[in-house]
């Protein structure tokens, strides 16, 4: 479970019984954030000196579960004792200008209450020296107890959360990228380098052999799971076996080799019955990510996106632009089997049907109508001398009409600030046409995210104008030539 070092700063300037209840406050707003956030916030005693300062930084790097470090002045902390520790620092860092109190206690406020409650003061020095070192990091300020500030360090908290994630994330790819496809490419080693994933190459013959490797007990234990959770709406039981048999074969070995991820690709089978359908589903819906024809980076993103939404109610999963409905103003997204079943707003089916593309048997697959709701879309792409991540808004909308002949689940929705724009917006930017779906995540969240790694954002939404968003491509690329 990750958490979140509280680090409070002073100095000894201000004597004892000051710092005992610089402490006493520290404690009560650890255990309060403890209490209202997505993560635990672990209180950590006052820093005085640089040396104290370097110990808790190290001690924050060195917490395997703590995925971040959040620093607040209750009084004036000189910052030239923050240089040795803050540059050392290998985690995201949220810089809180709190207060402990709300308000001015204007009968009985005195010098004694100025030393010790000077945030203003203190958070200034604090800002300095972090926008000195040009650290990466985010600024939030308001009274500790607000909700709206709370809510506000919930999405960093995710992003942080994210970011923890990324760094021990190992994609398994099950063969390459589907021939000729442009961008679902990228330098692996790069993003090994930036966001820690290590990405993995199996041939599909291993898988073969695992796959093999299943026994009737395990199918029926598999096969048991799906009754349980989903409908069964075919005479086809042997075809929904076979996808339990590659489900079990899929979700041991990633739990044996500690993957995260994993994408196939429908070209390249071997001898695979079936294109991985309801097992593919069934494994997004535990918690791993994934993406079809070869795309590791959008597999990789949707482990992270899951993770970071794991307090959120609403779905977070694979997702495709695939046909627009252009007199609603409505983008339709599917992919050929592999919709994830956490989108779904009905019990989701099994059917069987033939697969138009992948010359193999007629997969099962999980079929069912999407939820309604706010929600955001994410892609990474390769620019060549860097990566890019463009998040849109858009409002997914109930299905206006039966679908009777589409075997697939699809979710509609209209992006922001319209189809049109939105589609012009993100074809500009080259943004793919797999993308990660996320009904609890935002793109504030995102843009946390993106900025603790690095990595350039674009963001589509109400406040999009197609002529801004080319200058601000078109000054990208000079900021973040490679
Ligand atoms: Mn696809």
């Given at each position: 479970m990750h958490n979140f070092h509280f680090i409070v700063g002073s100095q000894?300037?201000?004597?004892g019984e000051v710092l005992r209840q610089v402490d006493e406050h520290s404690k009560i707003m650890a255990d309060g954030f403890t209490q209202t956030l997505p993560y635990a916030v672990h209180w950590t005693p006052v820093v005085r000196n640089s040396a104290e300062i370097e110990a808790a930084i190290a001690a924050a790097n060195h917490d395997p579960h703590c995925a971040g470090i959040i620093t607040w002045m209750h009084t004036f902390s000189p910052s030239k004792m923050w240089i040795r520790g803050l540059t050392r620092l290998q985690k995201p860092l949220l810089h809180l200008n709190t207060?402990?109190?709300?308000?001015?206690p204007w009968d009985s406020i005195d010098m004694d209450f100025m030393n010790l409650n000077q945030s203003a003061h203190g958070d200034r020095e604090h800002g300095y020296i972090t926008a000195r070192l040009r650290l990466p990091r985010t600024v939030l300020a308001g009274h500790w107890q607000c909700e709206s500030l709370q809510q506000r360090v919930a999405q960093w908290q995710r992003a942080a959360v994210g970011v923890a994630e990324s760094r021990k994330l190992r994609v398994l790819r099950?063969?390459?990228?589907?021939?000729?496809?442009?961008?679902?490419?990228?330098?692996k080693v790069q993003a090994h380098i930036q966001f820690g994933w290590q990405v993995d190459y199996y041939g599909v013959g291993d898988i073969v052999t695992l796959v093999e490797a299943v026994t009737p007990d395990e199918i029926a234990a598999q096969m048991a799971e799906y009754r349980a959770n989903y409908e069964f709406a075919t005479e086809d039981i042997a075809a929904i076996e076979y996808q339990a048999k590659m489900q079990v074969a899929l979700q041991k070995f990633m739990q044996d080799e500690d993957f995260g991820a994993f994408h196939t690709n429908f070209q390249d089978l071997q001898?695979?019955?079936?294109?991985?359908g309801l097992a593919a589903q069934d494994l997004m819906r535990q918690g791993f990510g994934f993406a079809g024809e070869g795309d590791w980076k959008t597999a990789a993103l949707c482990r992270m996106m899951k993770r970071m939404a794991a307090d959120l109610p609403g779905g977070t999963g694979f997702m495709e632009d695939y046909t627009y409905d252009l007199e609603r103003g409505l983008n339709m997204g599917a992919h050929m089997l592999e919709v994830c079943?956490?989108?779904?707003?009905?019990?989701p089916q099994i059917h069987v049907a033939p697969l138009g593309?992948?010359?193999?048997?007629?997969p099962a697959r999980l079929t069912f109508k999407a939820q309604a709701g706010e929600a955001i879309l994410a892609t990474i792409v390769d620019m060549g001398d860097r990566f890019r991540m463009i998040v849109n808004d858009v409002q997914c909308v109930q299905q206006p009409h039966d679908m009777p002949k589409l075997p697939v689940a699809a979710v509609l929705w209209k992006p922001l600030p319209s189809l049109e724009t939105s589609a012009e917006a993100w074809i500009l930017a080259g943004g793919a046409h797999h993308s990660v779906l996320s009904y609890g995540l935002d793109a504030e969240t995102m843009r946390h995210f993106a900025e603790m790694l690095n990595l350039e954002f674009v963001h589509i939404g109400a406040h999009t104008s197609i002529p801004a968003l080319r200058q601000e491509l078109r000054y990208n690329d000079v900021i973040w030539k490679g």
């Open positions: 000894d300037l201000y004597g207060q402990f109190n709300k308000a001015i099950i063969s390459d990228n589907m021939r000729d496809v442009a961008v679902t490419e990228g330098d001898q695979l019955r079936q294109l991985p079943p956490t989108f779904a707003a009905t019990k593309i992948g010359d193999r048997e007629p």
